[in-house]
Structure formats: C-alpha cells, structure tokens
T-cell receptor
C-alpha cells in the first residue's frame, strides 16, 4: 500500500497563475482533508470531504476550491495564486468512525511545497 | 474554539538525556489527543492516540501521558534518530463520523550525539 500520495512535490507559480494539487489514498478511507503548514502557525485545515461527493470548508478556505473526484482522490485548486498561498500543503485521510466511536488517526501524505512569486 | 499550545518551541538534548515535551489544550469536551512526529520535508507520522485522562502509551523511547488539561511526551535516553518535530492535535467533530484536527505548532527536538 502506498498510503496517501501527493503530486507534485514542488511547484513554483507566478502571481495569478492557477494550479491543481492532486491527492490519492489507497486505504479505502471515507474522509479526506487538505491542510497548509506555515512556520509558527501549525497545520491549518483548508477543506475536508466526509465522503465522495461532499466537501466542506475548514479554517482557511479563501482562495481555494476542492473536488472529491471519487473515494480515492481529493484535489485542491488555486484559481489565481497569491504570494500569501506560499506554503506546504498536506493531504490526509482517515476511516469513518461511528457517531459514538472514538476518533481515528489521520494519515498524511508527503506534502507539496508551493512557492508563489 | 479549540486551542492547542506546545512547549518548548525547540529543545536540544545530549544523547541519553531524558526530557518531556508539553501539550496543553482547551477544548469543549475532549474526545482524544493525537501525537505525531514530523521529519524535515515529510508529512506528519502518527505516533499515539490518548482518549482519557490518566491514559499512558509507550513506543520505544517515547511515552505519552494525558491529564485533563495537558499531555506530555516523555523521551527516555534519546538517540540522534529521535530528532524531529513533535506535534500534538485534538479532534473536534464536524459531521457524523468526521473529525477535524486542531494542531499545536510543535516542538522541534534535536538530539546531539
């Protein structure tokens, strides 16, 4: 099992350019997440998807869109990149916990390092 | 709003010198606490889940403990390969069966040979 994979690993964009970050998991997980990690800020949730066909905003959704293409894949799109979006982006996934069950750990991909000039 | 604070921000230890990392939290109803390890240039790697105050878990030189207000990650006789950033996070339910994680900013641990 590859776990959670992300492409690309590195990307440099100019202000105003668009791009899509790809994420896939092979663990048959229902829930998938996109986080960004900035120095001194910790990991912050951008968007999440509880199941195929559903997506919801996290803490910092402005400037991003997402698509849950199928159960395996969850993409993050920057329509018009800004320097403030320079960050490391992580995708994560977790299995579905029942309503009264304890929360499950999230599994993270290796990250995409994005620089916007 | 859930909050997680980790201290110290950075810690340098000699090989074999034991110490503890702190994670304090403010949540409305703790449902668990996660510890992750992150190596430079990589994604967070899951270490432990603690579900209730008084619970302890161990893995090699690491032991995680949980109280009603904080968690500690104790590292005993560390080796250089334990050097990493250690993150803690608390879950909060966002929808049926789904949790989001609120992370601390981490403790960057360096073990000097």
């Amino acid at each position: 099992n590859a776990g959670v994979t992300q492409t690309p690993k590195f990307q440099v964009l100019k202000t105003g350019q668009s791009m899509t970050l790809q994420c896939a998991q092979d663990m048959n997980h229902n829930s998938m997440y996109w986080y960004r990690q900035d120095p001194g800020m910790g990991l912050r949730l951008i968007y999440y998807s509880a199941s195929e066909g559903t997506t919801d905003k996290g803490e910092v959704p402005n400037g991003y869109n997402v698509s849950r293409l199928n159960k395996r894949e969850f993409s993050l799109r920057l329509e018009s990149a800004a320097p403030s979006q320079t960050s490391v982006y992580f995708c994560a996934s977790t299995g579905l916990a029942g309503y009264s069950a304890v929360p499950n750990e999230q599994f993270f991909g290796p990250g995409t390092r994005l620089t916007v000039l | 709003e859930d909050q997680v604070t980790q201290s110290p921000e950075a810690l340098r230890l000699q090989e074999g010198e034991s110490s503890s990392l702190n994670c304090s939290y403010t949540v409305s109803g703790l449902r668990g606490l996660f510890w992750y390890r992150q190596d430079p240039g990589k994604g967070p790697e899951f270490l432990f889940t603690l579900y209730s105050a008084g619970e302890e878990k161990e893995k090699e030189r690491l032991k995680a403990t949980l109280t009603k207000k904080e968690s500690f990650l104790h590292i005993t006789a560390p080796k250089p390969e334990d050097s990493a950033t250690y993150l803690c996070a608390v879950p909060s339910r966002v929808s049926f069966g789904n949790e989001k994680l609120t992370f601390g900013t981490g403790t960057r641990l360096t073990i000097i040979p």
